[in-house]
């Protein structure tokens, strides 16, 4: 176990999530909420129903320019011509493709991103001409919201159809969610519906907040890594 104090990176919303009991792990310079003090069991039945965990700490890249695709597949990375779509990796990252000139990296679900480290150092100014980097990763917060009720919840906050019916996975919405403009992705673990909300870093506190409001109605609560980490498992199928 670990506390936010003792790691010179912070997620805007430790203050918050040490408000609601969070217990936290190292990851990356982060310290990430594991828990919140619930039994392992409980918790994972919160990230089922409806549960909100904040991934800011997780590895993350963006590109942006009109060489994107090229420069990307030069450095082994794979992504569909189509906008508005999440590419999934061999090694777990997701490349949201926002638009023809704009890519986002998202790590996978426990937070690790080989393509990330394998890109952040493949490219320079010098050498990735009409591909630029932009630092997602201090600019933007990332929050996931999981569980059988998060459709509905969505449909409280956001005026574009989340809902699996008219939302599949790997879709993309750049939209408005609590009066923010956030990237919605969806990234179902398992059976489980999974979304991925990334908004402007300084407006973390509020989005993390109103969305609490939101799941209020539907018994919804914070989860920890240690709840993903076991959805995750009950997605895999046993040998």
């Known amino acids: 176990m670990t506390t936010p104090a003792e790691h010179t990176r912070r997620s805007p919303l430790y203050r918050a999530l040490e408000g609601h009991g969070a217990r936290f792990e190292p990851l990356g310079g982060y310290a990430i909420a594991s828990d919140f003090g ?3 069991a409980d918790e994972t039945a919160q990230a089922e129903s409806l549960g909100l965990a904040d991934l800011t700490p997780f590895p993350r890249i963006g590109f942006k320019g009109w060489n994107i695709a090229p420069w990307l597949a030069g450095a082994g990375a794979e992504m569909g011509e189509a906008s508005n779509r999440a590419y999934p990796q ?3 990252t997701r490349i949201a493709r926002l638009a023809p000139g704009e890519a986002l990296v998202l790590a996978d679900r426990l ?10 150092g493949a490219w320079s100014m010098a050498g990735a001409d009409g591909c630029f980097r932009v630092a997602r990763d201090e600019t933007s917060c990332w929050l996931l919201l999981t569980g059988a009720h998060a459709p509905s919840m969505l449909a409280k906050v956001c005026a574009v159809d989340l809902r699996p019916r008219a939302f599949a996975p790997g879709d993309i919405a750049q939209t408005n969610v609590a009066r923010l403009n956030v990237i919605a992705i969806r990234g179902d673990i398992g059976q489980v519906p999974a979304y991925d909300l990334i908004t402007d870093i300084a407006s973390a506190v509020y989005l993390w907040g109103a969305l609490l409001d939101a799941i209020a109605e539907y018994d919804g609560a914070p989860v920890g890594l240690d709840a993903i ?9 046993s040998s």
């Not at 937070?111 to 952040?120: E, H, M, N, S, V």
């Not at 980490?229 to 199928?237: K, N």
């Open 38 to 40: 619930r039994e392992a």
């Open 90 to 92: 061999a090694d777990g």
């Open 111 to 120: 937070g690790k991103g080989p393509l990330i480290q394998t890109l952040d």
């Open 229 to 237: 980490r076991a959805l995750l498992d009950g997605s895999e199928p």
